[in-house]
């Protein structure tokens, strides 16, 4: 009866880990899976947020010179006007 019991527990004990181990390499796998996704995102939030640091350094400079422009021509208007101003 012990030989009997014994034996039973024994095999038992021996399927347990086979299952146990697929389990873990499951569990691994998704662990890895989760955290390798979520680095992913993350690096993309960062290549997001970069460019478009880039794109206002970018439109700055020329924001500038149009603003540039802008005030030239508005001095011009004013110098004309205050030439013909004068002349009379």
Known sequence: ??????????????????NDSIYAVI???VVLLWY??????????Q???STEI?????????KLFVQN???QSNNKEIL???????KL
Not at 1 to 7: D, F, P, R, V, Y
Not at 9 to 16: K, V, Y
Not at 36 to 45: A, D, N, R, T
């Open 1 to 18: 009866m012990i030989n009997n019991t014994t034996s039973i527990l024994n095999r038992s004990i021996e399927a347990i880990p086979t």
């Open 27 to 29: 569990f691994i796998i």
């Open 36 to 45: 390798s996704s979520s680095f992913i995102f993350l690096l993309g939030m």
């Open 47 to 49: 290549i997001g947020t």
């Open 54 to 62: 880039l794109d206002d350094s970018t439109k700055r400079p020329t």
């Open 69 to 71: 422009l802008r005030d």
């Open 80 to 86: 004309s006007k205050l030439y013909t101003y004068i």
